[in-house]
């Protein structure tokens, strides 16, 4: 079954690091970016960052430059989300989606995580 | 930073309806847009790419046009299960972050 799952929900005090996992099977994990894509509650979708597996090319969103690192682990078909020095407004469900995609490869997101629930509060 | 923008961001509807969302971008970003369907409590879904490819597995009901700056998303008659919240994405490759519209909630 294709499918990306999840790790499970965090909380977290302000300042300290979260890191979320997203584990892709049914499908060839090389062959395929990684996006993260948070959503505040009842807000719209944010874009965070991606990974092109094959390649190692990441880009973040400037917002996040500083305290976001987006990882792989080709051997275990998973990839990683560490988010640093957390803040009540990082309090988000966290969204793995699959994306460089088709004979373009495009950074449209055909396949989704169930996504990870994060609350930062002290 | 590409900022779109989608209207209206709520629309009334009522089932067999045809409705229209549109989205604009604030530069040009070709055909690098799609649109998803959200509902509560669940991860987007993937409808429309390159601006008006249907996804597979998608009712053909769903239909995306546009370039550029401006881009639609029609529904010919909407269904009971069509009611949810809809946004657009840029994936324009030369311009970082890829931004979503604000969404458009689609009640009854």
């Known amino acids: 079954q294709v499918q990306l799952v999840q790790s499970g929900v965090e909380v977290k005090k302000p300042g300290a690091s979260v890191k979320v996992s997203c584990k892709a099977s049914g499908y060839t994990f090389m062959n395929y970016g990684i996006s993260w894509v948070r959503q505040a509650p009842g807000q719209g979708l944010e874009w965070m960052g991606k990974i092109s597996v094959y390649e190692g090319r990441i880009n973040y969103a400037q917002k996040f430059q500083d305290r976001i690192t987006v990882t792989t682990d080709t051997s275990t078909r998973t990839a990683y989300l560490d988010l640093r020095n957390l803040r009540s407004d990082d309090t988000a469900v966290y969204y793995c989606?699959?994306?460089?995609?088709?004979?373009?490869?495009?950074?449209?997101?055909?396949?989704w995580g169930q996504g990870t629930l994060v609350t930062v509060s002290s | 930073d590409i900022q779109m923008t989608q209207s209206p961001s709520t629309l009334s509807a009522s089932v067999g309806d045809r409705v229209t969302i549109t989205c604009r971008a604030s530069q040009s970003i070709h055909n690098w847009l799609a649109w998803y369907q959200q509902k509560p409590g669940k991860a987007p879904k993937l409808l429309i790419y390159?601006?008006?490819s249907l996804e597979s597995g998608v009712p053909s009901r769903f239909s995306g046009s546009g370039s550029g700056t401006e881009f639609t998303l029609s529904i010919s008659s909407l269904q009971p299960d069509d009611f949810a919240t809809y946004y657009c994405?840029?994936?324009?490759?030369?311009?970082?972050?890829?931004?979503f519209g604000q969404g458009t909630k689609l009640e009854i």
């Open positions: 994405q840029h994936y324009n490759n030369y311009h970082f972050p890829f931004t």
């Open positions: 390159q601006a008006s």
């Open positions: 989606a699959r994306g460089e995609v088709g004979p373009r490869l495009d950074w449209y997101f055909d396949l």
